[in-house]
């Protein structure tokens, strides 16, 4: 072999052994990628104990709240005011109004927001409608996308889909399922009892939505987009007071009467049974929720916060309570991610003041709050994001209050959601591999003229 070609084999080799190390060691989750991959990237960066900085960013004082809700990535906050008669959104960073409307003739029932906080659908007594928050219209007068009504008249909730694509809209004992794309309806479906509660989950795994209900006569009924005709039921003989279908569509969580709570695994075929009851006398309409995964429930009852692994062994076996004398809590809501729980109420039945508490569900037992804050009046709604970086509540109805919980993201959601200044901990932008791939560059490049200089020398 002639000189030449050993040093062109030995370029190509060195270049060969640095292109596997790169790919090995520069390898990231791309911005798209499913929420397993996006759990296991954020499990190994947050510690078993919180300890970030909690900082109130903004408030808003209004003449009256009747709820607040924030997308799941953070960046959007939106309020009904005025006895649910108004719709106006924020964004994460500032109290100026984005834009709000007035709902005419009705007041709002209810309102959702997408995951990126793109589409609001809104319910009233009269119709649905579709916001869609990128759209150029007058922010003193925002202006719907698309509207639908029937004639019936009664109360209506709304529940939209993560990607904003379906709303489940329920009004007496009808369920309709609104294709926001298209601006009509794809199915309608007609129950024999009035259904008290809706909500959908979508799987992008299966590329399936689900569409779960519960009615006055206590029925649990399960959806997909597809058709109308249920894929499975449940009789639990007393009347839904409120329902919650995770993120992905694989549980649901109910509460039933008044004295328990029904979890239905919907992976399991079928699933015409709840896989676990759980007694809660004392939890109301709003003291349940479920992770994005349905991997973790909170079951609030006044002085009481149960947190249920649905992954144990025994599903209905909680994984730990925290107990507070004098708390009356009235409101909680979990993570989407199942790490942190929001918690507002009062303190004492007599006591005007109002508590709000954010426990780490993490943290060692005995359980305590990882924040608590006590305010003069008291918190009457609160709404926590997908990782629990950001979270609001609402004193007495009349002040909004946004914070931010500095714990660090996973690379991918942290660039998805613009990077933002707030979030310090995030990974480094420049990956290892990429360092590596320079100095293979600089070795090749050496060799190449170490051994040139030997080739002249030796001529």
Not at 156 to 173: E, F, P, R
């Amino acid at each position: 072999m002639s000189k030449v070609s050993k040093i062109l084999s030995y370029v190509l080799l060195l270049a060969i052994f640095s292109t596997c190390c790169f790919t090995l060691l520069s390898v990231e989750t791309p911005s798209g990628a499913d929420n397993q991959n996006d759990k296991m990237v954020n499990d190994s960066m947050i510690p078993k104990s919180s300890g970030y900085t909690i900082t109130e960013k903004w408030n808003y004082t209004s003449s009256g709240i009747d709820d607040v809700k924030i997308s799941l990535d953070g960046n959007y906050v939106a309020i009904c005011q005025n006895t649910w008669n108004n719709l106006t959104l924020f964004h994460k960073d500032s109290n100026n109004t984005l834009w709000n409307t007035d709902i005419i003739p009705n007041s709002i029932n209810s309102f959702d927001i997408s995951a990126d906080g793109k589409y609001i659908s809104v319910g009233n007594t009269g119709s649905a409608y579709l916001f869609n928050n990128t759209e150029a219209t007058p922010a003193w007068s925002k202006t719907f996308m698309w509207k639908f009504s029937t004639i019936l008249y009664a109360p209506v909730q709304v529940a939209i889909s993560g990607d904003g694509k379906y709303t489940a809209w329920v009004k007496g004992t009808a369920l309709y399922l609104l294709d926001n794309t298209l601006k009509s309806s794809k199915w309608f479906y007609s129950g024999s009892s009035v259904i008290n509660a809706a909500d959908i989950g979508y799987n992008p795994i299966q590329n399936r939505y689900y569409i779960a209900i519960g009615d006055q006569a206590g029925n649990v009924t399960l959806f997909d987009d597809t058709s109308n005709v249920p894929l499975w039921w449940n009789e639990t003989g007393n009347p839904i007071n409120s329902l919650k279908i995770s993120d992905d569509g694989s549980h649901i969580l109910a509460k039933v009467g008044n004295d328990k709570v029904y979890f239905f695994d919907n992976t399991i075929e079928p699933s015409k049974s709840a896989l676990w009851t759980y007694p809660a006398p004392n939890a109301n309409y709003r003291n349940i929720d479920i992770s994005a995964d349905g991997k973790n429930v909170i079951i609030v009852e006044e002085p009481k916060v149960h947190y249920l692994n649905s992954t144990l062994t025994d599903p209905k076996q909680q994984e730990w309570e925290a107990l507070s004398d004098n708390d009356i809590i009235t409101e909680g809501a979990v993570s989407g991610d199942g790490k942190y729980i929001l918690l507002g109420g009062s303190i004492g039945m007599i006591n005007p003041d109002g508590v709000v508490e954010l426990y780490n569900s993490t943290n060692k037992l005995p359980k305590a709050p990882d924040w608590k804050d006590t305010k003069l009046v008291p918190i009457d709604y609160v709404a926590i994001n997908g990782f629990g970086n950001y979270f609001a509540f609402v004193e007495d109805y009349y002040i909004l209050r946004f914070y931010h919980h500095d714990v660090p993201l996973p690379r991918a959601i942290a660039a998805s959601s613009g990077g933002g200044g707030d979030d310090d901990d995030e990974e480094a932008a420049i990956p290892f591999g990429n360092y590596y791939l320079v100095f293979a560059c600089v070795a090749i490049i050496s060799l190449v003229v170490t051994m040139k200089r030997k080739v002249i020398f030796k001529a």
